[in-house]
């Protein structure tokens, strides 16, 4: 053992975080096709999504969807990703981040670039093992709500989603 893991688990590891990796660089840079490659696609397990605010999709077709109508809808989005964590059981994977979102939509009057707009979204991504690499089975996101000032969470029922990327 190495470092106090065996050395095949850090390999998986290390592929499961390029594989989480390249999910958000394949939406940084608009790649749809690098994107739908990333998902399941096993033929017989339902992958879902869920994004900020939006319901629970289900469906290779629901879900590449929803990216195909974000990618549409977005001209620039950066993804800073801090506290990855990456969970192993068997073929299975979990990575849990935060996602520090800055996105902006279509330009007004002109302009290069709309008005960015910066997001805190907490995110869990599933990934399972296949003959082609580690593949991402459900993604699931939640914003993060502002503490109050006294540094408690919010009551229930104060969410506010915000914009979603």
Do not use: K
Request: glycine content about 10%; charged content about 20%.
């Amino acid at each position: 053992m190495t470092g106090g893991r065996e050395p095949g688990r850090a390999a998986d590891r290390d592929a499961v975080e390029a594989a989480n990796t390249a999910f958000y660089t394949a939406m940084e840079e608009g790649d749809f096709e690098r994107l739908e490659q990333l998902w399941l696609d096993d033929g017989t397990t339902d992958i879902s999504c869920v994004h900020p605010g939006w319901p629970v999709l289900t469906g290779r077709g629901e879900v590449l969807r929803s990216y195909a109508l974000i990618m549409a809808h977005t001209d620039y989005i950066q993804f800073f990703l801090t506290d990855v964590r990456v969970s192993l059981s068997g073929d299975t994977a979990l990575v849990t981040c935060t996602e520090n979102i800055l996105s902006g939509g279509p330009a007004e009057d002109g302009a290069e670039l709309g008005p960015l707009v910066g997001q805190l979204v907490v995110a869990t991504n599933a990934f399972r093992r296949t003959p082609e690499g580690w593949r991402i089975w459900s993604h699931h996101a939640s914003p993060v709500i502002a503490e109050a000032d006294d540094g408690t969470p919010p009551a229930a029922g104060d969410a506010d989603p915000g914009p979603s990327a």
